[in-house]
């Protein structure tokens, strides 16, 4: 017996095609936008630094005459790796105390390097616990929930003025941009840890709460149906 079934009407099948495409288009930009992004931004950093630094090269020396980019940048990791080498032995540590001593007693420089000594010190030490665990505060008021990073027991002068000595701190970034934000001083009860890494908590923020976080063994966390 002959089927008698109606065929589908043209346009069923230009919508099918025109979806299936569309799903195409938004698979491949999600897939080269994040790694062109990145690539981009690093070049962005190699042009920068290469352009810094080849200026101060001989002409007989000047990478630009090679042609390849970012020689500039290893000959500034090459530097900084020997200036650190020069530091760990006696001649370099006397040499740095006397640097630090006369900047530390220039008023304006004074405050500059007090400031920047200690934000590379906290983020580069490696037995510092800043930014090591993802917390959720009710702010800016009850009822709402705001991801943070806690940084660490506030200090002594704090706990003392606000009359409270389990006061911990905690960064509040701004979203999609989490190098600013507000540095908030809390209960140690009023935060709630997240089983989360610090770097998930990251793209937690930059992408709007879009990219589903990992807990600390890497295995995926469920969202709510």
Known sequence: MKDQS??????????TVAGRLRAYFLAGVLVTAPISITFYIAWLFIDFVDRQ???????????????????????????????????????????LRVSEAVVERTPVLRGIYSAVKQIFE????????????????????????????????????????????DLISVFVPTTPNPTSGFLLFLPRSEIRVIDM????????????GIVAPTDRNGTPVEQPQ
């Open 197 to 208: 890494t610090v770097e998930d908590g990251l793209k937690l923020v930059i992408s709007t």
């Open 53 to 95: 630094v080849t200026p101060v090269i001989p002409s007989a020396w000047n990478p630009k005459q090679w042609g390849v980019p970012g020689v500039g940048l290893l000959l500034v990791a090459v530097a900084m790796t020997l200036v650190g080498a020069l530091t760990a032995g006696f001649a370099g540590r006397i040499w």
């Open 6 to 15: 109606p065929a589908p009407p043209e346009h069923v099948a230009h919508v």
């Open 122 to 165: 906290t983020v580069l030490a490696q037995k510092s616990q800043a930014f090591r665990e993802v917390a959720l505060i009710e702010y800016p008021r009850r009822g709402i929930w705001t991801v943070c990073f806690i940084t660490g027991p506030a200090i002594a002068q704090v706990t003392r003025q606000a009359g409270q000595d």
